[in-house]
């Protein structure tokens, strides 16, 4: 196989090596440092001894992910304020690999929420997670992955999964009904009328805000409540012009925020029952960098 067949049959994983990365490390610049590390192990392998391209690709991804992850978390600790996903805006980065039945609904695996959550998973429970219950990799090949035992591999994935049922929000499957609640959502900002916005929020929504410590007036702790969550927002909206617009945010119904100098914030929203149970706000202009703006 010459070096340029390499390359053409390695740009038909690239997508779906982007999405798995994305997954396991929250970051589209992180994923796309591990593709192409990805892509220089696999320039340098014995190519006709690769008898199935995509399992030794997933399984040399998945291991660049699990030595960045060590570092990352200690990076993310040291953060200042509330660590969040870089947000994936449109139909790109996450979820064009899947197949369009896989588009009926929402994908959960992709999720701002769901990212928050694995954020919590150690670096081994969270790679073992994916690759079990997401990719439906077999825990042998898993253990291949992870350098541990299949049994070990098993209790990573146990543990994950309690862990993420206890953490992880409900969140409604239907795509046009988020796509109602948030279109609600953002008439009720406009509004200006805090019982209206509040109409739309759980009692106990949760919001979360990251500006990276370089954008002013970003709550550095959770925002619990339905009258606290809406007298903040409507404060910073009275406090700031952007013209919002609505966009697939992690594969779901969200807001972008333009304002004259580029894009300035994205927002995620988990619904369930009707009403918005978390609010994930990115304001940290190092992860708007990506988010194509309204006129694009």
Request: net charge negative.
């Amino acid at each position: 196989m010459t070096d340029e067949q390499a390359a053409l049959l390695f740009e038909g994983h690239r997508a779906y090596l982007t999405a798995v990365a994305y997954r396991l490390l929250g970051t589209v610049a992180d994923a796309e440092d591990a593709v192409q590390e990805t892509y220089l192990r696999f320039a340098r392998a014995d190519l006709a001894k690769i008898h199935e391209p995509r399992g030794w690709l997933t399984t040399a991804i998945s291991r660049i992910c699990l030595d960045h992850l060590g570092s990352a978390r200690v990076r993310r600790e040291q953060y200042v304020g509330q660590w969040l996903p870089e947000p994936v805006v449109g139909t790109g980065i996450g979820m064009d690999w899947l197949g369009p039945e896989d588009r009926v609904t929402l994908d959960d695996s992709v999720s701002m929420a769901m990212l928050v959550v694995l954020e919590s998973l150690s670096p081994a429970e969270r790679t073992a997670f994916v690759l079990h219950d997401v990719l439906s990799l077999s825990y042998d090949d898993v253990a291949t992955t992870v350098g541990r035992s299949e049994q070990a591999c098993r209790q990573l994935v146990s543990r994950a999964r309690v862990h993420i049922k206890e953490r992880a929000p409900r969140f409604t499957v239907d795509a046009d009904q988020q796509s109602e609640v948030v279109q609600a959502f953002l008439a009720a900002c406009t509004d200006g009328s805090v019982d209206t916005l509040v109409d739309v929020l759980a009692p106990e929504v949760v919001l979360r805000s990251d500006g990276g410590g370089v954008v002013s007036g970003v709550a550095m702790r959770p925002v619990i409540g339905a009258r606290n969550v809406a007298r903040l927002l409507l404060g910073v909206a009275a406090k700031h012009e952007a013209f919002p617009w609505t966009s697939r945010v992690n594969g779901a119904p969200g807001l972008v925020f333009e304002s004259q100098d580029g894009v300035a914030g994205v927002m995620a929203f988990t619904v369930d029952a009707g009403r918005i149970t978390e609010i994930h706000f990115v304001v940290n202009p190092e992860k708007l960098s990506r988010v194509p703006r309204a006129d694009h």
